[in-house]
């Protein structure tokens, strides 16, 4: 009996314990918060006075007058928005005062979120130690997200190790991250043949060679049309609808047999992405295998195939009313409703 | 002669002990979810600010269509869907269901945004009543209004899901408020996690009391009637101990309808919401655990606190009792139609966990807790049970409520801070204890009668009378 009462007291006592505590916190976190914003406000003065006076030292004062995580929160936010010599000069007084170095810290030992922002912070203010500091930082980091985030700091800053490098880092459960197509539009040019090479690999994670198909034809890759056209016809059909929305945006001199073949995949997702690359690139001779299409099982299918047929201009509406006058059915009705698309009469 | 007094006392100690039992069990619930949403916050690292978040995610972000489904809320309606307008995110659409408003619902859309009837194709996936007419907006791209007739919530958000466009879609309620950078964070899981992440749920918080202008909360601020305070801690219970545990381990079985993200292919899937269902959100999730695990799919249902909706809460005891009795019809209604997933191997922790858990605290809970409100002074009144147990379970049973409530505000003060001064701390502390008294015991005898109602097939869903949150408001 004694211990339940015993245990009630105990509950109690150290809840409200636990409550008078939080309460204390608050009340210096009020404090400290208060303190915190009047030092940004500083701090944005007198960048915003060095983007009309220039004056270095000023702003060296100014940054070195408040605290370390003050000055490079503030300042990265301020630095994003500033291009050209304006840019050049801030990163180097911000250098000079040795912010990067806290940055690099806070990298190796901050929070997820923190390690997050660091690498960001690293590639904007390129500091000497940037580069090291981010490779440590994809080699050991615990998080996959940090990991990401630090690749695509590097690519930022033209130090990104070989992708099959970069992504083995990252790991297998990373790779799943849309965060990568970021990585990958940020690709440079001049390292486009790894991209390509890492989208025809077999053995790779299939939203990622998809991924990489996207952005290769997103850059304006047409020098990949030929590759794009073997891709059209991988087993995977993540693969396969990415190559043929890449054939959509860049062309080929055999897209409509490659399109005609595609509209037969298993995949419904190939069957609407093949269909809406005969739109985009205007093969209205494939008018009749997408009038056969609006008939697929898959609405979406059907929808890109009227669509298709639709952006062909007066040839491919003719089709469409013809359909849409014929018996009811599935193709039918589509066509009424996609000609009937737009606001009422 | 036949002696009752000895069958009296046996039956007072099976009662007594599934009263006990039942408590005992509730308890247990608790303290595992505390265990775990401490833990998932733990490892879960502190949010990044908005602005890094578009500058982060701005580009990767797949397209939303959120899904509002309006009846008879002429009164906000406008306000409300602009402020949805003026979301932060790149790629998004809001899709106004009007499900046969008896009031000036569409006409005040009409006028408000310059609509114009349009034609729509779209995939008649999900089954609903009728739809009168499709509505653009010369005014922005952004929004169509879908006019329909009256078929309840659920069939309104599926003629939403239905004439969508956009992979992912996002339910809301019409008079509630989110935050700008709402969908950002809740797309998060999407794009961290695209391929296993099916639907994830926000903080539903209240605003009552809090300034709202232009379709914003611009000062957070307690409510200052107690009955609104009560549901802030209830609130803070419900989303940041229960729904972040059980999410932590993926058997998370509720996303509220008035905020969650799902992606419609699993929705359409499942068939959509079910139709006159009293609790079609927590159906829709049990749906999509069901149909992942029967087609064994990886999957993830994820409840993050940082996106945030605001709600009203009710002020009246008789709307809040109204409330409160179809969440327990809802729940009720869900568990015994997805009984046979209770304890199924099949389901795995979904079976054990989720659905032990609506048995515990939505099955048993109220009518366990109700008895000893009752049994319990009448035994001692027989003599059944002596003072000082009476005393000492009573007492306990106070102080581990306290106990509970101040966990959920120490994990609201670790990880969201949303209530900016300390005096609200000391506010929310005072109503955590206070609500152990009477409002609680008000709570299960609601609950009980939803219990009634449920038995006796009410349907009737109750007038949700709400001042509205939208205009200056203190």
Redesign the interface.
């Known amino acids: 009996?004694l211990y339940?009462?015993h245990?009630?007291?105990l509950?109690?006592a150290?809840?409200?314990a636990?409550?008078l505590l939080?309460?204390v916190r608050?009340?210096l976190q009020?404090r400290r918060g208060t303190a915190g914003a009047d030092q940004r406000r500083l701090l944005l003065t007198a960048l915003i006075a060095f983007t009309e006076n220039r004056d270095r030292e000023a702003l060296k004062t100014a940054l070195l007058a408040v605290p370390a995580r003050v000055a490079i929160d503030a300042g990265f936010?301020f630095i994003?928005l500033l291009r050209g010599e304006e840019h050049d000069e801030l990163l180097s007084a911000f250098n000079e005062c040795g912010l990067p170095t806290l940055v690099g810290t806070q990298l190796e030992k901050g929070?997820?979120?923190?390690r997050?922002?660091a690498a960001?912070m690293l590639a904007a203010l390129r500091s000497e130690n940037a580069v090291a500091n981010l490779l440590s930082a994809l080699d050991r980091d615990r998080?996959r997200?940090v990991r990401i985030?630090v690749a695509i700091a590097l690519c930022d800053i033209g130090a990104l190790p070989p992708l099959v490098v970069t992504l083995r880092k990252i790991g297998v459960a990373g790779q799943?991250?849309?965060?990568l197509?970021?990585l990958f539009?940020r690709f440079p040019p001049k390292r486009f043949d790894e991209l390509r090479d890492y989208a025809g690999r077999q053995d790779a994670v299939p939203?990622i060679r998809a991924a990489a198909i996207d952005a290769l034809a997103r850059a304006g890759g047409f020098q990949f049309g030929e590759f794009f056209a073997r891709a059209a016809g991988d087993p995977s059909s993540e693969v396969a609808a990415a190559a043929l929305r890449a054939l959509g945006l860049t062309g080929h001199a055999n897209a409509p047999a490659i399109l005609i073949k595609a509209m037969e995949n298993g995949g419904w997702d190939v069957r609407a992405d093949a269909a809406d690359a005969a739109g985009r690139l205007g093969l209205s001779e494939l008018a009749a295998p997408l009038a056969q299409l609006m008939d697929d099982e898959a609405?979406?299918v059907r929808?890109a195939a009227?669509n298709a047929l639709r952006s062909f201009g007066q040839k491919g509406e003719q089709v469409l009313r013809e359909i849409a006058a014929s018996d009811v059915s599935r193709r039918q009705r589509?066509a009424s409703?996609?000609l009937?698309?737009?606001?009422?009469a | 002669m036949f002696d009752w007094s000895q069958e009296i006392v046996l039956g007072a100690s099976i009662l007594s002990w599934f009263i006990i039992g039942a408590g005992l069990a509730q308890t247990a619930v608790y303290l595992l979810q505390l265990i775990i949403a401490a833990y998932a916050l733990s490892k879960r690292?502190?949010?990044?600010r908005s602005?890094?978040l578009w500058?982060?995610?701005g580009?990767?972000a797949?397209p939303i269509a959120l899904l509002v489904p309006a009846y008879n809320e002429e009164v906000n309606v406008v306000e409300s869907v602009h402020s949805m307008l003026a979301l932060e995110y790149p790629n998004f659409e809001v899709i106004v269901i009007n499900d046969g408003s008896k009031d000036q619902t569409l006409q005040r859309l009409i006028e408000g945004f310059k609509l114009?009837?349009?034609?729509?194709?779209y995939?008649e996936?999900l089954t609903h009543k009728p739809i009168r007419g499709l509505y653009?907006s010369r005014m922005t791209e952004r929004l169509f209004v879908v006019d329909k007739e009256n078929g309840g919530k659920a069939d309104a958000q599926n003629a939403g899901v239905n004439v969508c466009r956009a992979p992912l879609f996002c339910v809301i309620d019409g008079d509630s408020i989110l935050e700008p950078d709402a969908l950002m964070r809740a797309a998060q899981p999407?794009?961290?996690?695209?391929?296993?992440t099916i639907a994830v749920g926000g903080t539903i918080r209240i605003a009552n009391g809090s300034r709202i202008e232009g379709g914003r909360v611009r000062e957070i601020r307690l409510p200052s009637r107690l009955l609104a305070l009560f549901q802030v801690v209830e609130y803070l219970r419900a989303f940041l101990m229960a729904r972040l545990a059980w999410s932590r381990i993926n058997t998370l079985m509720l996303v509220s309808g008035a905020f969650g993200v799902f992606r419609r292919a699993e929705v359409v899937a499942v068939g959509g919401f079910t139709k006159g269902s009293m609790g079609e959100d927590m159906d829709l999730v049990i749906k999509l655990h069901r149909h992942m695990m029967d087609t064994k799919r990886k999957y993830r249902i994820q409840f993050i606190p940082e996106p945030v909706c605001w709600t009203e809460a009710p002020e009246s005891l008789r709307v809040l009792a109204r409330q409160r009795t179809r969440w327990q019809r809802g729940a009720l209604e869900c568990f015994f139609r997805y009984r046979s997933m209770l304890f199924n191997p099949r389901y795995g922790r979904v079976g054990f966990l989720g659905f032990g858990h609506i048995l515990i605290v939505d099955v048993l809970g109220p009518i366990s807790e109700v008895l000893g409100y009752v049994l319990i002074p009448a035994f001692w009144l027989l003599g059944i049970l002596s003072t000082?147990?009476l005393l000492?379970?009573t007492?306990?049973v106070?102080?581990?409520g306290?106990?509970v409530s101040?966990?959920s505000?120490?994990l609201e003060?670790a990880e969201l801070?949303r209530f900016p001064?300390?005096r609200d701390?000391?506010v929310l502390?005072a109503v955590?204890v206070i609500e152990n008294f009477g409002y609680r015991q008000l709570n299960n005898l609601w609950r009980v009668k939803g219990w009634w109602q449920y038995l006796r097939a009410d349907q009737s869903w109750g007038e949700m009378t709400r001042t509205g949150l939208t205009g200056p408001k203190k």
């Open positions: 009996m339940i009462w245990l009630s007291i509950l109690s150290l809840s409200l636990i409550m939080l309460i608050r009340v009020e936010e994003s929070n997820g979120a923190e997050i922002h960001e998080s997200e985030a799943r991250s849309r965060r197509i970021e539009r939203f609405w979406t929808y009227a589509t409703l996609i009937a698309e737009g606001p009422a | 690292p502190p949010v990044a602005a890094l500058h982060r995610y580009d990767v797949p114009v009837k349009f034609h729509r194709p995939e996936a653009s999407f794009i961290d996690d695209p391929e296993r000082e147990y000492a379970f007492s306990l106070f102080t581990y306290v106990c101040v966990c505000l120490v003060e801070q001064r300390a701390l000391a502390t955590a």
